[in-house]
């Protein structure tokens, strides 16, 4: 028995001496850091969720809103001249809990409504004295390069849910949430209204998608009326792996058959996500 317990503790001082000979000097990069983390996974010091949210974290940090926000022509929004019974219609169909309202355009963006307070203007009997206007919270705008810790700093800061992002002249480019920014540091937050292909593709534009790594090949398939081999790898993100032939970093492109896919967000063990667009010919 002691000789178990004294081989069982040689180990454990094994890789705590690993740990604190790392830590013998301050990390000086992130990947003194992400070295740290990853030894740590694998000695179950942490367990791989608590690993890939600290991951998540640290890739936050690189990346900007207009890597993950919906683009303007995706957006749902709301015409300030609407009714409430077409508001209602519409929030019916959309189920979304916020929306921003615009006026004669897109980029004339009067406010955020939320759901929760058409509430008590569905129970008065008369909707002729509604105005929307009255109902609208204010509007946050961010640019584009805006950092996304950054952005989740001023969302819990500011009890903001959705921010309008801008563009260099001023125009909405598109609209990103603070559920878009947790799911790069968490991972899928299944929304009870999402389907089963809404958990792994998201169409950003007619031809641009944001891509789940974890999306299964035949879901992928399936959506795209594709048929990519699912003979070695189950999912997408092993895929781009095979096709570059390392595990790839931030902005790396990967040509499949007749799909190129960059990668959004990677860190030194896997991919999370990415874009993906035809390939050009």
């Given at each position: ?101 615009v006026g004669d ?120 009326k594709t048929g ?5 790898f189950d999912t ?46």
């Amino acid at each position: 028995m002691s000789e178990d317990r004294s081989t069982s503790e040689g180990a454990d001082r094994s890789w705590v001496d690993k740990i604190a000979l790392l830590f013998s000097s301050e990390p000086r990069n992130r990947e003194d850091l992400q070295q740290v983390m990853s030894l740590a996974a694998e000695n179950e010091v942490i367990d791989e969720d608590v690993h890939g949210i600290i991951e998540g974290a640290i890739n936050v940090a690189d990346m900007q809103a207009r890597d993950i926000m919906i683009p303007r022509a995706q957006m749902n929004v709301i015409k300030a001249e609407s009714s409430l019974e077409d508001i209602l219609a519409q929030v019916i169909r959309t189920k979304h809990s916020r929306y921003p309202v615009v006026g004669d355009g897109s980029d004339d963006v009067n406010g955020i409504l939320l759901v929760k307070d058409l509430l008590p203007q569905i129970l008065k009997e008369d909707h002729e004295d509604f105005d929307i206007k009255e109902l609208l919270r204010p509007t946050t705008m961010v640019p584009e390069s805006k950092r996304l810790n950054v952005l989740l700093r001023e969302f819990r800061e500011n009890r903001n849910h959705m921010a309008i992002v801008i563009d260099e002249y001023g125009g909405v480019a598109g609209l990103v949430t603070i559920e878009d920014v947790l799911e790069e540091i968490v991972g899928e937050i299944e929304d009870e209204t999402d389907t089963h292909a809404d958990r792994y593709i998201r169409q950003l534009d007619a031809d641009d998608f944001l891509v789940k790594a974890l999306t299964p090949i035949e879901d992928f398939n399936e959506y795209f009326k594709t048929g990519l081999s699912d003979e070695e790898f189950d999912t997408i993100g092993g895929l781009v792996i095979n096709a570059l032939g390392h595990m790839p970093v931030r902005n790396e492109v990967a040509t499949i058959e007749d799909f190129e896919f960059k990668v959004v967000n990677a860190d030194q063990r896997k991919i999370y996500s990415l874009r993906m667009r035809p390939a050009q010919r």
